[in-house]
Each structure stands twice: as C-alpha cells, then as structure tokens.
C-alpha cells in the first residue's frame, strides 16, 4: 500500500498547532538580542590631553630690557601725570632658556613737561618707565642700571640731558620722542614669572 504525504496546507496546520501548545504550556519563544558588530565594540574612549605644567621663574632685578614708545611724546605738549604706552623691542630670555617674545606692553609717565621759553630757553621733558605687563604679571621697570639708592630718582629719565646720546630730536628748543623710539630699561625688583606666558598682545 502507498504512503500518502500531507499537503502543505496540512502542515502549516500542525506547526500552528504545536506553536500554540508550547504557548499554553507556559514554554516562552526567545527572540535573540542583535549583537554589536566588532568594529562599534572596538571603538575605545577618547583619551585627555595632559595638564600643561606650570613652574615659576624668576626674572632678576638689573635685567636690561629695550623698549620702544608706542606714542610720539613733546615738552611742547605733554603736562606732568601724563601716562604713555611703552613695549618690549627685543625678546627676553630667562634662567630656564624661555624665550619671552617682543611685543609686550607696559606703562610710562612723564614726571615733569616745560616748553620753550624766552632767552632761547630750551624745553625740558622728564618720564619714568613704570612697568611692562608679562602675562598676568607687572614687571616694574627703572631708568638705571645701578639699584643704589633706588626711588624716584634712579626712575626718571631726564631728557633735557640725555636727548642726544639716546637719539631723541630737539626740534625749536623742545624734546620730541617720535613713536618707535627705543630706550634700554631695567628690572627694578625681582620678579617671579609663572611659565608658559601667554603671548604679547597682537595689534
């Protein structure tokens, strides 16, 4: 005798059947979770750039530092506790071999002014370097090279002296210091300097 074979109707059926006969039987289907591809598992964590170390140096007193006028100045028109702006003309460098670059800015001020006078009366003009700021820091600046006797004096330029040896103009009997004019100051203390320094301003 011949096996008859079921249809297939037949046996979707009975599959359907067993499915829920399992399902009444408190037997759960487990649906598998997709896995992460290796590539996405392998991706590591972005790592943190190391802290800059930060150290102090210092910047000793009687260090030469040139300078230059950022602002023409004139005894024809400048009043004494008038304030100017000065910055470093050459680059500095310290005990560690750091090298400061040119280009940072300070204050000056003129302590006293007198135009020309009568009688061929000359002009006189005299300024005081005060600071240059390095960073976060003021650097107090002095005229002198010598610390004897350190004060106001030792600070002061006097120009009616010194214009010609430092190259200043004596246009009619006045002092004329043009902008970019340098002039050779002086670490007045010293200074502790915390490194890197920021760069000097641009502009």
């Not at 000793?60 to 004494?80: C, H, K, N, V, Y």
């Not at 460098?93 to 006078?117: C, F, I, P, Q, W």
Request: hydrophobic fraction near 40%; include cysteine.
């Amino acid at each position: 005798m011949a096996l008859k074979w079921p249809s297939r109707a037949a046996l979707g059926v009975a599959l359907a059947s067993a499915l829920c006969a399992s399902v009444a039987a408190g037997q759960g289907v487990t649906v598998l979770a997709p896995q992460p591809t290796p590539a996405a598992a392998e991706i590591a964590p972005p790592v943190e750039p190391s802290a800059v170390v930060r150290r102090t140096v210092k910047l000793a007193e009687g260090t030469e530092i040139r300078m230059i006028f950022d602002e023409p100045l004139s005894s024809a028109t400048s009043s004494a506790g008038d304030t100017f702006s000065i910055s470093t003309d050459e680059d500095i460098r310290l005990s560690d071999g750091t090298v400061l670059r040119a280009g940072y800015r300070g204050k000056g001020e003129v302590t006293s002014a007198e135009k020309n006078g009568m009688m061929g009366k000359a002009g006189q003009l005299n300024i005081r370097l005060v600071y240059v700021r390095i960073g976060d820091q003021r650097v107090r600046l002095r005229a002198n090279k010598g610390a004897e006797g350190k004060g106001a004096v030792t600070s002061v330029v006097v120009l009616s002296v010194l214009f010609g040896p430092l190259g200043f103009l004596k246009h009619g009997h006045n002092i004329k210091i043009p902008a970019g004019q340098s002039i050779t100051a002086y670490v007045d203390e010293d200074t502790d300097l915390t490194v890197p320094v920021d760069p000097p301003p641009r502009g």
